[in-house]
């Protein structure tokens, strides 16, 4: 399905499509994120905190943490870097889940400087996570500053707040504070990697002893993080070499994966002196588990990117591919898919070049760039490389070629429909993993924010943004994913995709719902942004179904005021539908009758021709009843109305 819209309008700077033609909109942008396996963000994220549920092994100080947080709604979590620090506090938010609240973490960057904690970002039984590990000292103390008044909206609201204290700042924390400090110490190593191998399926006995080496890397305290990727190779070499009696030889394996492949990696890269086998390493590592035809495809592409002169050896006299493949330890299996034979190589090779050949990270970027486009690769595959593109620029503190690649990729819409969404999709996974990152989260976050305000934006970066902020940002940090698709429903044309996802995320959330209102209610009256009435009918247009939220809110002001915008800016007919849907509600449920009436009635502001407006539409309503049942109600409320009116008139 196509439909034909205009771009992002006049001003501001950034891709912009100039070109004709029909603009294929995607209905749901949301699919944009969908992996291979069809999941999304969300429901990723929810089997990713599943999974650490089931492997994690408490702290030492947990239980003073968690006693801390439930005496007091929060707790100060520090914590020696690697010693899982987030994983702690993720698990103590999530224990107090509950029908009613959400869980989301807090950002003190983005759009607005201070005050950075914000009382409306705390909702009744809301789960806080505010994360400062890697801020600095300079943000810590105007936190601290912030902190008090915050922790009062906390224990108002009955919500729960976890604060991870900067590294090596713990010593700054101001006496106040001192007593919902909670020191957590890093749990076993051997009890950590137990738990892995138990829950891939390696009995309990064959990990009573470990070998020694293991052993001896594991009392060297390694990161959490190590070792949950030495589980993973343990893990896979369980797979590719199963049977009883194996656990020695699977350690070996999985050691030497984290702990030998960058020095074999850098040997072999030494020894590997020409071009073409050093692209066909590279080429193969960043394509890992692609078929065969890709990685030379990819191959011949990286060396014409980085302007390698071509093989003067005719075609029938090079080496065919199982031989250059052999020649770097890699492998096609019976369904032509390339691995190395090593495990935890492929991560090693791409990091070597990475960290050892700066000078073509350029080079690299503009060949992923053509290299995702390339049909012999699998969706798959497809994602797997961006991941590990991504990995590797932020690794050497590149995220703008990450930017550079999104930009690129949506900011002319080609004709062939396909090729298009592998671009669309490649830049959402791409802008997924920056926002997703824990060092580099606050880049893209702050990146979104300035796209999403740009008057002229191309068409398909303003579709992958919905997409990312309404599955990827949405997950952690809702107020912002609101914001930003506020700021891209304002400006859209000729679609509505970034109202419907705005209009989502609000919907199950008290909290964001009133948010939203407030943000209309601050800049409809001035007409700046027509859109900003269309977003609020739409919005009053499915109170039925939660007449709550106008009745038991304590919004009713902002209702009423957005009410008066629409009365004044649109003809009857575009407002005329909500307003008759809140008098059914009103007719049909006393419990919100009065609630409804007198917030319709307030948005006449005293004004004759605005409330004579409001009865018209009403009495017609009435009027419009298809039988007895139905008048009756119908009139009563009407007559209610005029007198809320008289009222309201002092008649």
């Known amino acids: ?350 990091t070597h070049f990475w960290a050892t050949m700066p000078e073509l990270r350029r080079h690299f970027r503009v060949w992923v760039g053509s290299t995702v486009e390339l049909r012999t690769l699998s969706q798959e595959n497809r994602d797997r490389l961006i991941a590990r593109f991504a990995e590797q620029c932020l690794r050497t503190e590149r995220p703008g070629d990450l930017v550079t690649l999104v930009e690129q990729w949506t900011g002319s819409a080609p004709a062939d429909a396909s090729l298009r969404t592998i671009r669309q999709r490649a830049a959402a996974h791409s802008l997924e993993h920056g926002l997703t990152h824990e060092s580099w989260g606050h880049y893209f976050r702050t990146k979104t924010y300035v796209w999403s305000r740009e008057r002229r934006l191309a068409p398909g970066l303003a579709e992958v943004l919905v997409g990312v902020c309404g599955e990827v940002m949405a997950v952690r940090y809702p107020d912002q994913a609101m914001v930003r698709l506020h700021h891209l429903a304002r400006r859209e044309r000729g679609t509505t995709t970034a109202r419907d996802a705005l209009l989502r995320l609000v919907s199950d959330d008290r909290r964001l719902h009133h948010r939203l209102l407030d943000r209309l209610d601050r800049g409809i009256a001035l007409a700046e942004w027509p859109a900003d009435v269309d977003l609020f009918l739409a919005l009053a247009d499915s109170v039925p179904a939660r007449p709550s939220l106008v009745t038991g809110s304590g919004m009713r002001r902002q209702w009423a005021a957005c009410w008066r915008a629409a009365l004044q800016l649109r003809p009857r007919g575009a407002w005329s539908a909500p307003m008759e849907r809140w008098l059914a509600v009103a007719s049909e449920d006393s419990r919100y009758r009065e609630g409804l009436l007198s917030v319709l009635v307030d948005s006449g502001g005293g004004r004759s021709d605005l409330l004579s407006l409001l009865y018209v539409a009403t009495r017609d309503w009435a009027r419009s009843a298809e039988g007895p049942s139905d008048h009756s109600p119908r009139t009563d409320l009407a007559d209610r109305f005029l007198q809320m009116i008289d009222a309201a008139q002092g008649l």
């Not at 076993?188 to 892995?196: A, D, I, M, N, T």
């Open 1 to 350: 399905m196509s439909e034909r819209i205009g771009s992002f309008l006049a001003g501001g700077h950034g891709p912009v499509h100039t070109g004709d033609g029909d603009q294929i909109i995607i209905n749901d942008p949301s699919e944009l994120l969908r992996n291979a396996h069809g999941q999304t963000p969300r429901t990723i994220a929810e089997d990713q905190l599943r999974w650490l549920r089931q492997r994690f092994v408490p702290p030492s100080g947990l239980d003073e943490a968690r006693k801390l947080l439930r005496q007091s709604g929060t707790v100060l979590l520090n914590g020696d870097p690697g010693s899982g620090r987030h994983s702690a506090a993720q698990m103590l938010l999530h224990e107090l889940a509950k029908d009613e609240g959400t869980f989301h973490e807090l950002t003190p960057e983005g759009e607005r400087k201070k005050p950075y904690l914000i009382a409306d970002h705390v909702g009744e039984n809301d789960r806080l996570l505010l994360n400062m590990s890697t801020r600095d000292e300079s943000l810590w103390s105007d936190i601290q500053d912030e902190l008090s008044s915050f922790r009062q909206t906390v224990v108002e609201r009955r919500a729960h707040l976890v604060v991870v204290l900067p590294d090596r700042l713990a010593h700054r924390l101001d006496p106040p504070f001192q007593r919902f400090r909670a020191d957590i110490d890093r749990p076993s190593g051997r009890e950590v990697l137990r738990r892995y191998a138990r829950l891939s399926g390696i009995a309990p006995d064959e990990t009573a002893v470990l070998p020694a080496d293991l052993v001896s890397y594991l009392d060297r305290n390694p990161p959490l993080r190590d070792i949950a990727a030495l589980a993973h190779y343990l893990a896979r070499a369980r797979t590719a070499s199963p049977g009883p009696g194996g656990f020695p030889k699977w350690c070996d394996e999985a050691l030497g994966a984290v702990t030998d492949r960058a020095k074999q990696a850098a040997d072999d890269v030494a020894s590997l002196r020409g071009g073409p086998q050093r692209a066909l390493l590279l080429s193969t590592a960043m394509l890992h588990g692609a078929h065969a035809d890709a990685v030379h495809r990819a191959t011949r592409d990286l060396l014409r990117t980085v302007g390698h002169p071509d093989d003067p050896v005719p075609p029938l006299e090079r080496a065919d591919l199982a031989e250059r493949f052999r020649s770097i330890n890699a492998e096609r299996d019976a369904k032509g898919e390339v691995r190395f034979t090593g495990l935890g190589y492929a991560p090693a090779v791409r």
